[in-house]
């Protein structure tokens, strides 16, 4: 019978791909093992084989078609004497053609209106920090990273990026696509797998008067590092009374990426917000990972540099200039609103821009807090909200027992206290370690829909 | 214990001799009056003292030239005074005294100075060791011929991340001499209760790194040994494992009553090993030095130390406000070369 072959998924994140090419055509036989095609993914490009024998009866995505949606029939595989259109008649019903999305999927749906392209967010925030007029080009989160690396290395010939698979791979997640070649390998340095080393070397390094970028390939293998991180790098000015630090970057992929299990999916912004000696900042749009990263490459301390792995292949407005920079510090404003402050930062920016959308519909105004860093923190801007709004929500991805958003509420509380219409909620992630099956990862994942209840709860609706 | 031994007569001038005498004296005496100030109280928490293995740092630093960076652990009260630094400001960071290196702020275990290339002074057990390298990492990357004297004694050569760092060293050939002072005690853990594979510096041949042993009580082995390491470093042939094999008189901190060796094997090795006496015999027996002219040399330490104490007291506790400088950096600290 004649079987479709569908556009595979060859990453976790992975939602499209463009079909490079194919190294079959129609009427070739192939076998199990053979290489139909090549796809890119949001990664790499990958080999893509196939699995049943058979005859190529038909191709159904010309090579170089870009946006081919995970799970669309991409050829036909026939058997001697069938004809490709038999399977035209009978609708394909092969189990992952239709599957229940995976919340990372479902999740990463933009926010914006209906013609929005998959991966580019459509919501603007206000008060921009370029200036009026400046020219914008659109760009993926994972390519400003890689531009604001590449700046920074141009501009100072101190600054280096060491990590595993950062050079000849071109990065795991492709952050440092074509660095190798422009800086070459002295500037951009495979580490063998050793996170507890390469970070003690890096913070050494520093201590010597480099500026190193250290890539870890999740800030889950972090936790290795976490003694030179903290320890080494952070405590260092305070105890040489000043007289030596850490200037350096510490970047990676935080939080949960889709379907990876406990040990690939914890987000550690709580954790570091903690430390005096770093400062830690946490991207959701690509100007604000460009202009942050930068930042954090001149900053004369030890940065840590939350990225997400879902958040990579978004597209956003990144304003067409020379030196764009963020200061950190600084929140960014997304929504003005008067009925209740939904602050964020990160992914969770997403699950609250998609929550102020829906609530606009049913007439509440939320006022949309980007933090970008949180530490520091500018509570400045919390506060000010919440003595408009009376009523506040947080929104993040991390655990729920010492979260970024108990903070916020201890500070609104004891700074805004008289302020308050309702109790600060915090939606987080749920207090359990991340399962690998798809409807229960959903479940321990922060929804739009809970920030929608939870808005709904502090508004009395 | 494949220690070198300096039968033969030394070939070394008595300017040399004296030098060691005093260097390694001085560490001695400054040593015994921080044990004093703490059990007066004037030194707090941790106190790692030096005593017994001065000759480890007096050889290796005579084999230094300027630019050369140092990194060691938590006993490095030695290192600083052999590298120079001014015995106040270690003794005052010591009492947690404005006038000390870190202002106070650091204490015993985590002191530094840019000027002298001293680079702490940390606090945890082999955190040092990927730094040093990572020194030495930042010397190859500005392409100049300096070597990073990396230190930590055999408990911290136990540590996984010593293996990962040599494991970098040697994949990219970095300028850094690993110095395990083996000083036979890890806290309270014997070496041979703590491993089956003693010979420390061996490990390195898995990774390709050369090294040896050698005698860390005799200072003229050490410094011969440091010169050959660092001639291997200068050379661009990568790192070396020197494993310096010497003995701590006192307990692993002031607060350790040492029950796991005996009196006499203390005793021993202070008799017949004793890195300060051996010098001193090839002193006067080589006639490089009269009694008097030791004993002159025994007063002038006496007084830099005891001017170190005085300091340490005077200086005035750090002004209040200092519980919140030196957090961040307002800007990049400037590399002293």
């Not at chain 1, 060859?10 to 079909?19: H, R």
């Not at chain 1, 170089?64 to 394909?92: F, R, Y």
């Not at chain 2, 007066?40 to 003292?49: D, R």
């Not at chain 2, 300060?276 to 830099?304: C, F, N, S, Y």
Request: proline share 5%; aromatic share 8%.
């Amino acid at each position: 019978m004649a079987t479709q072959i569908l556009m595979p998924a060859l990453s976790p994140t992975m939602e499209e791909g463009t079909l490079a090419k194919w190294l079959v055509k129609e009427g070739d036989t192939v076998s199990s093992g053979d290489i139909l095609a090549e796809i890119e993914t949001d990664k790499a490009t990958m080999e893509f084989e196939a699995v049943d024998e058979g005859i190529v009866g038909k191709i159904l995505i010309a090579e170089g078609t870009e946006g081919v949606k995970v799970n669309t029939p991409i050829a036909v595989l026939v058997e001697e004497g069938e004809s490709a259109d038999d399977v035209a008649t009978a609708p394909a019903e092969a189990p992952a053609a239709e599957p229940e999305p995976s919340v990372a999927v479902s999740a990463s749906q933009p926010a914006g209106g209906p013609g929005a392209s998959p991966g580019r967010v459509a919501a603007k925030a206000l008060e921009p920090d370029w200036p009026e007029g400046t020219p914008m080009k659109e760009q993926t989160v994972r390519e400003a990273l890689r531009d604001a690396m590449a700046e920074e290395m141009r501009r100072d010939g101190d600054v280096y990026l060491m990590g595993e698979e950062v050079a000849e791979y071109q990065g795991a997640y492709k952050i440092s696509q074509g660095l190798l070649d422009e800086f070459g390998s002295k500037r951009v340095i495979d580490t063998p797998i050793t996170e507890h080393g390469f970070a003690g070397l890096a913070v050494g390094a520093a201590f010597g008067g480099l500026k190193p970028i250290v890539e870890f390939m999740t800030f889950n293998f972090a936790m290795q590092a976490i003694d030179h991180i903290i320890n080494s790098a952070a405590k260092t000015l305070y105890m040489s009374g000043g007289q030596m630090g850490a200037p350096m970057v510490f970047r990676g992929p935080n939080g949960a990426a889709a379907r990876v299990g406990a040990q690939h999916s914890q987000d550690y912004a709580a954790w570091y917000m903690q430390i005096p000696g770093l400062k830690v900042a946490m991207p959701y749009s690509a100007s604000d990972a460009k202009g942050l990263l930068k930042s954090a490459i001149r900053d004369p301390n030890p940065v840590i540099f939350l990225e997400n792995e879902i958040l990579y292949g978004r597209a956003f407005e990144v304003p067409a200039m020379d030196d764009y920079t963020v200061p950190f510090g600084k929140a960014r404003i997304w929504r003005e609103g008067t009925d209740v402050t939904i602050v964020s930062f990160g992914i969770g920016m997403q699950y609250a821009l998609e929550a102020a959308d829906k609530l606009a519909e049913d007439g509440i105004s939320a006022e949309v807090i980007d933090l970008r860093t949180l530490r520091p923190m500018d509570t400045d801007t919390i506060l000010q909200s919440v003595m408009k709004t009376n009523r506040c929500v947080t929104v993040e991805e991390g655990w729920p027992q010492g979260s970024v958003g108990s903070y916020i509420s201890s500070v609104i509380m004891q700074q805004a206290f008289d302020y308050l219409d309702a109790p600060v909620i915090n939606c987080t992630g749920k207090d359990v370690p991340m399962p690998y099956a798809a409807n229960l990862e959903k479940l321990a994942l922060v929804t739009t829909a809970e920030v929608i209840e939870a808005v709904k709860q502090v508004t009395y609706r | 214990m494949a220690t070198r031994k300096t039968t033969k007569k030394p070939n070394v001038s008595a300017e040399e001799l004296l030098s060691y005498y005093r260097d390694m004296l001085l560490i001695r005496r400054f040593e015994e009056k921080a044990g004093q100030l703490y059990g007066m109280g004037l030194i707090g928490g941790f106190c790692h003292l030096y005593i017994g293995q001065e000759a480890v740092v007096v050889g290796l630093e005579a084999a230094t030239k300027d630019g050369d960076k140092r990194v060691t652990s938590y006993r490095d009260h030695g290192h600083m005074l052999a590298c120079g630094m001014d015995p106040n400001g270690v003794m005052a960071e010591l009492t947690g005294r404005e006038g000390g290196y870190s202002k106070g702020k650091g204490g015993s275990m985590h002191m530094f100075s840019k000027e002298k290339h001293f680079y702490g002074g940390h606090g945890i057990v082999g955190a040092q060791v990927p730094i040093g390298a990572g020194l030495a990492f930042s010397d190859k990357y500005k392409g100049n011929d300096n070597v990073t004297f990396t230190y930590f004694g055999d408990g911290a050569a136990n540590q996984g991340q010593v293996a990962e760092t040599y494991n970098m060293a040697q994949l990219w050939d970095l300028p850094v001499v690993f110095v395990i002072e083996n000083n036979q005690y890890a806290m309270g853990t014997s070496v041979k209760r703590a491993t089956k594979s003693p010979d420390f510096w061996e490990r390195g041949a898995a990774y390709g790194i050369a090294g040896e042993a050698v005698d860390g009580m005799d200072v003229l082995a050490v410094k011969e040994a440091g010169e050959k390491a660092v001639a291997h470093c200068r050379a661009g042939k990568g790192p070396y494992i020197l494993e310096v094999m010497t003995y701590r008189y006192r307990g692993h901190s002031m607060s350790d009553p040492a029950k796991y060796r005996t009196r006499e094997e203390v005793q021993k090795m202070r008799e017949e090993r004793d890195p300060i006496e051996q010098v001193r015999g090839l002193l006067l027996t080589g006639d490089h030095a009269t009694e008097d002219q030791l004993k002159e040399i025994d007063k002038e330490i006496k007084t830099i130390v005891n001017a170190s104490a005085d300091f340490a007291k005077e200086s005035p506790e750090p002004a209040l406000d200092e519980l919140w400088t030196d957090i961040y950096a307002a800007e990049i600290p400037q590399e002293v070369n």
